[in-house]
């Protein structure tokens, strides 16, 4: 692209004069990234799929129905995302009411 306004003007009416580097660079790094709404989905699928339809104990954690054991670097590797991504994600969902999280150390600490 050049600093010419009119010739900026004519490349992008004309899709052969944008540069392909540039569109290789600003297309997504990977098509296996979940979107926010992906990741939510999974979330709502984990809780639902009827793995635990009664109480189990996982540890020292009692699971009930609705429940799932997952780590923030699990999600982080299904969802393709960064750990403090799903971290905020997962906060997000929590100030919404939509979710509640607890962490396993503190579950342990708890129980003695």
Same mark, same amino acid.
């Given at each position: 692209?050049?600093? &010419?306004?009119?010739? !900026?003007?004519?490349?992008? &009416?004309?899709?052969?004069?944008?540069?392909?580097?540039?569109?290789? *660079?600003?297309?997504?790094?990977?098509?296996? +990234?979940?979107?926010? =709404?992906?990741? *939510? #989905?999974?979330?709502?699928? +984990?809780? /639902?799929?009827? /793995? !635990?339809?009664?109480?189990?104990?996982? %540890? &020292?954690? @009692?699971?009930?129905?609705?429940?799932?054991?997952? /780590?923030?670097?699990? =999600?982080?590797? @299904?969802?393709?995302?960064?750990?403090? /991504?799903?971290?905020?994600? =997962?906060? %997000?969902?929590?100030?919404? #009411? =939509?979710?509640?999280?607890?962490?396993?150390?503190?579950?342990? +600490?708890?129980?003695?």
């Amino acid at each position: 692209m050049t600093n &010419n306004k009119n010739n !900026y003007a004519s490349e992008l &009416n004309d899709p052969q004069g944008i540069d392909r580097s540039l569109l290789e *660079y600003l297309k997504p790094k990977s098509e296996d +990234r979940y979107s926010k =709404l992906e990741a *939510y #989905c999974d979330l709502l699928t +984990r809780a /639902t799929s009827g /793995t !635990y339809s009664t109480s189990v104990v996982v %540890g &020292n954690l @009692k699971i009930l129905p609705g429940q799932f054991v997952a /780590t923030i670097s699990e =999600l982080a590797r @299904k969802w393709q995302w960064q750990r403090a /991504t799903v971290r905020q994600f =997962l906060t %997000g969902l929590v100030n919404l #009411c =939509l979710l509640y999280t607890s962490d396993a150390a503190d579950e342990a +600490r708890s129980v003695d």
